[in-house]
T-cell receptor, first 114, second 114 residues
């Protein structure tokens, strides 16, 4: 399934299926992007990052795709597990603003059902 | 050992009171941040300190005053608390003083103003 992380939508997937979470970022000059996972009652936890000179990066069960043409970022989770249930945030570093901060998207809630 | 720790985890207080939230990181990072997460899960940076020096000060009421006694600590003091200050506040730290590296987050402080 797919989702656009604009207004904290919910993506529901069955255990074992692949999940795709999408994010539209705002600044075409942003050079660094991160996906964070936030479980209930906890702080955001780093999942994977990608720099603007790449269009794909793979981790363990996760892949991030970057499309700079349309300013789009996606997180793919293979073989989704119940422990993947959380809110997922994309974040960008708009370095062209000459500031040192991450700007977070609004998040997507992933629910995994058996 | 906890990398980024905040205290307290929960804070319930009356309007008009003054309160502080403490944050410590044992990662040896140069930069620390405070983020605010509202009821819709939106994460927004408030402050950034690099080696005890204020780097970023977003549009935050001056009732909020960060204090960094050393580079491992960044406390947040809030004066004259208002109902709208209710949120979860996250402390974070990152290496190299650049947001182009992953930030490690604390578990958050849920502030409820009544």
């Amino acid at each position: 399934g797919e989702s656009v992380g604009l207004h904290l939508p919910t993506l529901s997937v069955q255990e074992g299926d692949n999940s795709i979470i999408n994010c539209a970022y705002s600044n075409s000059a942003s050079d660094y992007f991160i996906w964070y996972k936030q479980e209930s009652g906890k702080g955001p936890q780093f999942i994977i990052d990608i720099r603007s000179n790449m269009d794909k990066r793979q981790g363990q069960r996760v892949t991030v795709l970057l499309n700079k043409t349309v300013k789009h970022l996606s997180l793919q989770i293979a073989a989704t597990q119940p422990g993947d249930s959380a809110v997922y945030f994309c974040a960008e570093n708009p370095s062209s603003y000459n500031t040192d901060k991450l700007i977070f998207g609004t998040g997507t809630r992933l629910q995994v059902f058996p | 050992d906890t990398a980024v720790s905040q205290t307290p985890k929960y804070l319930v207080t009356q309007m008009g009171n003054d309160k502080s939230i403490k944050c410590e990181q044992n990662l040896g990072h140069d930069t620390m941040y405070w983020y605010k997460q509202d009821s819709k899960k939106f994460l927004k940076i408030m402050f950034s300190y690099n080696n005890k020096e204020l780097i970023i000060n977003e549009t935050v009421p001056n009732r909020f005053s960060p204090k960094s006694p050393d580079k491992a600590h960044l406390n947040l003091h809030i004066n004259s608390l208002e109902l709208g200050d209710s949120a979860v506040y996250f402390c974070a730290s990152s290496q190299e003083g650049r947001a182009s590296t992953e930030a490690f987050f604390g578990q958050g402080t849920r502030l409820t103003v009544v």
